[in-house]
């Protein structure tokens, strides 16, 4: 769930921080990103476990929960993969409405703190730890992927990701994702609604990624795709597109989350959701 624009996290530094912005990130430390989640996962579950629940489906900071708006559709019986599961608060939802479910992540300590949920909950998640460009999972092993702002935000190369999922889902198998919507990377880092916080700041077709390095090594990083490229990608690994959705606030929703906020998210996306159906092989 991404840090930054969207902050579902408040930043916190355990060392000294020798750079943090808008910056190049090698394809070499891509996949290094994890060092912020293992050492602040329990600070982010202390923050924000009340609003993510221990076992349930929080698709976005507007308030969009699985329980209510079926966007998985009937997953009783199925074999679900949760893709970036943080603390696999998703698959135990799963889990209690009849799937089959395992939840995948990168970060070593995101799933110490799944392990605790798990056994506080009694709903015993199968956690794996693994890159989501390279799922260590057979071809055609499940019904059903989803990811909850999982994987897609951090990495360069969103085809990679698209096209394991590809080969893990059975034909016909769904993917249903919702990561930051790039209109998000635009606009200053406030959730403010005032002339300064809604002045666009940088362009739409920047693919610069948000980088943050402690003594030089990577520890954080975020990468903007275009709503052209997450469709485009999506249909070049052999998926078809069902359906988008750009959610707005759901009523009441008070929560102001980092930039985040009810007042903004009226007014510009914040989140971008899309489902689709692996269809073919992938190209």
């Known amino acids: 769930m991404a840090k930054r624009l969207l902050a579902w996290a408040v930043i916190v530094h355990n060392g000294p921080m020798t750079s943090a ?26 923050d924000h476990g009340a609003h993510l629940g221990d076992a349930d489906l929080l698709w976005c900071p507007e308030g969009v929960r699985e329980s209510e708006a079926g966007l998985l559709g009937d997953v009783r019986g199925r074999r679900v993969l949760e893709v970036g599961c943080g603390a696999a608060q998703g698959s135990r939802w799963t889990m209690t409405a009849g799937a089959h479910a395992v939840g995948l992540d990168f970060s070593r300590g995101m799933l ?19 890159d989501a460009r390279a799922l260590p999972f057979a071809d055609g092993a499940f019904d059903l992927a989803f990811s909850a702002f999982g994987a897609l935000a951090f990495v360069p190369e969103l085809g990679a990701v698209h096209r394991e999922v590809a080969r893990v889902l059975r034909p016909g198998g769904r993917w249903v994702l919702a990561t930051t919507h790039p209109m998000r990377w635009c606009f200053p ?37 275009t709503v052209a490229e997450h469709i485009n990608s999506l249909v070049d690994a052999g998926f078809a597109a069902d359906r988008a959705w750009e ?29 689709a159906s692996r269809a073919t092989p992938p190209r």
């Open 21 to 46: 912005g808008f910056s190049h990130v090698d394809a070499t430390e891509a996949g290094g990103g994890s060092a912020w989640w293992d050492a602040d996962a329990a600070q982010y579950y202390a």
């Open 112 to 130: 110490r703190v799944g392990r605790e949920l798990n056994r506080r909950t009694g709903i015993d998640v199968p956690l794996v730890l693994g």
């Open 189 to 225: 880092d406030d959730p403010g609604v005032d002339q300064r916080a809604l002045t666009v700041v940088r362009a739409y077709f920047d693919a610069t990624p948000y980088a943050e390095r402690e003594g030089g090594q990577l520890v954080y990083a975020e990468f903007p795709h």
């Open 247 to 275: 959610p707005r606030p759901e009523p009441g929703q008070a929560i102001r989350w980092g930039a985040w906020s009810p007042e903004r998210g009226a007014l510009i996306p914040g989140t971008l959701i899309l489902a």
